[in-house]
């Protein structure tokens, strides 16, 4: 069964500063990875996903993902964080059953910007 | 702007009271999913409906109940809930025939009293 682990619950940066949040995936497979943001009392939003191919993924509003087969991490970054960038943020991992694919989701982390 | 629509975005209800939660999209997607999110917690799966035949059902209890009217719409009947059943109900969709990103909506904050 596959399983994600995000190892940071919370995250405090300030604006301007680069962010990077960690996420450790367990898959018998060549995995199908994703980060989903979720604002205050919205859905979730995908930024970013991969499958296969460049190892390193641009997604939306300035962030990239970098997939590291040996270390089992697809860790998430922006260079430049802004105050818009507070939310929770989850890595999730994908699986094909007989149908219907299922993701299962990290714990999540939280994402604090100071002025 | 979601692209999956769900109504009401708030339900509060009695623990004998019938309900119905409700999903929309429009992207052609043939995959449609149903997740709880407890306050602090990340999506946990309830249903996966797949050309509207059930799929996947994660030992949901049967006070919740899927139907799947046609390509476009999800409901979930709810009917003698708990107060653990308090949530964020959130509907997404995707394309089928490969694995592709699911689609979220913004859910319904439902409160059980």
């Known amino acids: 069964a596959q399983s994600v682990t995000q190892p940071d619950i919370h995250i405090t940066v300030s604006e301007g500063a680069s962010l990077e949040l960690r996420c450790n995936y367990s898959?018998?497979?060549?995995?199908?990875l994703f980060w989903y943001v979720q604002s205050p009392g919205q859905g979730l939003q995908l930024l970013l996903k991969y499958f296969s191919g460049d190892t390193l993924v641009q997604g939306i509003k300035g962030f990239e993902a970098e997939f590291k087969r040996s270390q089992s991490s697809f860790n998430l970054r922006k260079p430049s964080v802004h105050w818009s960038d507070a939310a929770e943020y989850f890595c999730a991992v994908g699986a094909i059953k007989a149908a219907g694919n299922k993701l299962t989701f990290g714990g999540g982390t939280r994402v604090l910007v100071k002025p | 702007d979601t692209e999956v629509t769900q109504t009401p975005k708030h339900l509060v209800m009695g623990m004998t009271n019938k309900k119905s939660l409700k999903c929309e999209q429009h992207m052609g997607h043939r995959a449609m999913y149903w997740y709880k999110q407890k306050a602090k917690k990340p999506p946990e799966l309830m249903f996966v409906?797949?050309?509207?035949?059930?799929?996947i059902n994660e030992s949901v209890p049967s006070r919740f109940s899927p139907e799947c009217p046609n390509s476009s719409l999800l409901n979930l009947h709810l009917h003698a809930l708990q107060p653990e059943d308090s949530a964020l109900y959130l509907c997404?969709?995707?394309?089928?025939?490969?694995?592709?990103?699911?689609?979220f909506g913004d859910g319904t904050r439902l409160s059980i009293l």
């Open positions: 409906y797949s050309y509207e035949k059930l799929s």
């Open positions: 997404a969709s995707s394309q089928e025939d490969q694995l592709q990103p699911q689609h």
């Open positions: 898959y018998g497979a060549t995995p199908y």
